[in-house]
């Protein structure tokens, strides 16, 4: 019995190898949502990094016993800002924006301490009725590390995805939020308009 165990064993060993290296290295996340606004007031959202606090998947990690710790540097958004985050174990990386265009999109590039890199995009695509389209694309690159191939595919791409929808859904509610407060509030009663008086025909004489 022992015997035909390890000679099953031995022959699903090289079939698992093979399967893990079938898994892309490069792996690219998705995600989409409409907002009831226009590109111009979401663009300050995603342009300004100090705003991804508000919405981002880390929005809650700025206090509690996992505190993150988030530095600012360059221009206050577009291309060339950039954040740094640090964590209670000194680990840390930062976000740049390498690439942005006013009210349609910005590119980013994530690096963590240990040398993983991470490339994005947010792209606003203006819709119907003064509504936006908000794409979120994130592409990470696993590396050749069989393991890390396997953790990913199994546990890690999943989460990233519902983080991900999570925190452009957050960002949905947020800008609609302010919109409405913005949006001038309409008068209950309309003014009825006044009749104009015929004119009286002038007196003979």
Not at 21 to 36: A, D, M
């Amino acid at each position: 019995m022992l015997k035909k165990f390890l000679i099953a064993f031995a022959i699903l060993i090289p079939i698992i190898i093979g399967l893990l290296f079938l898994l892309p290295s490069e792996v690219k996340i998705r995600g989409s949502v409409e907002v009831h606004a226009p590109a111009s007031k979401i663009y300050p959202y995603v342009a300004n990094l100090k705003n991804w606090s508000l919405w981002a998947p880390w929005k809650d990690q700025r206090k509690g016993a996992y505190k993150i710790e988030f530095t600012y540097s360059g221009p206050e958004q577009g291309e060339g800002a950039v954040m740094h985050w640090k964590d209670p174990k000194q680990r840390g990386g930062s976000i740049e924006i390498t690439k942005a265009e006013p009210n349609k999109s910005i590119e980013y590039i994530l690096t963590a301490d240990n040398g993983a890199k991470a490339y994005g995009a947010l792209i606003l695509t203006p819709g119907k009725e003064g509504k936006t389209r908000v794409t979120w694309l994130d592409q990470l690159n696993v590396g050749n590390n069989l393991f890390a191939r396997f953790q990913f595919w199994a546990f890690a791409s999943k989460s990233i995805q519902t983080q991900l929808k999570a925190s452009l859904g957050t960002l949905k509610n947020l800008v609609e939020k302010n919109q409405k407060k913005a949006s001038p509030k309409k008068e209950n009663q309309r003014k009825t308009p006044t009749k104009k008086e015929p004119q009286k025909a002038a007196k003979k004489g």
